[in-house]
């Protein structure tokens, strides 16, 4: 019976599907397998399980081998060459005056291939700039311009959390962030504070939001006037955590009262 075995490329990038042929692999395992663009070298990420529980569609690309000591040998060739050519690279922009932020190359296994990825406010014309990459690097040239995130997600760091980043570490895609999701949760709308190294608002923002949603449908809303068994007044603050909120009374009193002490009508 064919076995599927999930293979990744890069630490916490996504997860595709091979076809384990004859090997027996478990996760961990360097192998060497068949890409659009050739041999790639990845990672097994998640154990083979039998092809039967995937779902139907286009026939699957197979492991080629395991990797051995001259892919390795390869591994560490690459990115003596990534490192070289991202020296040229920074110094030909320079040369050229292109107003882009040049952040990572990197080799296709077979070393055929590199591409540049960047950051721009805009387009850029680097035709000139590619014909320079091409006579010295004696390589096909690919320029990739990616977002703000995606450079956070591929140079890594630390976040203010003090942890690696999330989307370096294991977010695999990202999933759309609002300043709603900040709001609910309570936190300082200041963006310095619910922003992360990147500028844009922190993916962690997405982890906790569908339990606050979930406990924000057991509440009265804001500014409705609601009653328990011993007194009555307008919700004015919700702490969702405690299951905890205060009423603003007839008086200009501020009661604490828990969930529980409302009466429903």
């Known amino acids: 019976m064919s076995k599927i075995v999930g293979i990744r490329f890069k630490p916490a990038g996504k997860v595709y599907d091979f076809d384990c042929g004859a090997f027996v692999l478990k996760k961990g395992d360097d192998v060497i397998v068949e890409t659009e663009r050739g041999l790639g070298f990845g990672t097994v990420a998640v154990d083979p399980i ?8 286009k026939p699957l690309k197979k492991v080629f081998r395991l990797a051995s000591e001259k892919d390795y040998q390869q591994l560490r060739h690459n990115k003596q060459t990534e490192t070289e050519a991202y020296t040229f690279g920074q110094q030909a922009i320079e040369q050229q005056g292109l107003k882009m932020n040049l952040f990572e190359v990197e080799s296709a296994f077979d070393g055929n291939k590199l591409t540049f990825y960047f950051t721009s ?3 850029i014309d680097f035709r000139q700039l590619v014909k320079m990459l091409v006579k010295h690097l004696g390589a096909r040239i690919e320029m990739r311009q990616v977002g703000i995130r995606n450079q956070a997600k591929m140079c890594g760091g630390l976040g203010r959390c ?17 300043i709603r999701m900040a709001k609910d949760q309570g936190l300082s709308l200041n ?12 993916c962690c923002l997405t982890f906790e939001n569908k339990v606050y949603q979930e406990l924000k449908g057991k509440f009265p809303a804001v500014g409705k ?15 969702l955590l405690r299951q905890r909120l205060v009423l603003l009374t007839g008086d ?14």
């Open 162 to 178: 003090g942890r690696e980043f999330c989307c370096s570490s294991f977010i695999e895609k990202f999933d759309p962030v609002s």
């Open 121 to 123: 406010d805009g387009r």
């Open 252 to 265: 200009d009193q501020e009661v604490e009262v828990g969930l529980e002490d409302i009466v429903r009508n």
């Open 191 to 202: 963006p310095t504070k619910i922003s992360g190294q990147c500028g844009r608002l922190m």
């Open 50 to 57: 039998p092809e039967d529980d995937r779902p139907p569609g």
């Open 225 to 239: 006037i609601v009653k328990t068994k011993d007194a009555s007044g307008k919700v004015i603050r919700i702490n």
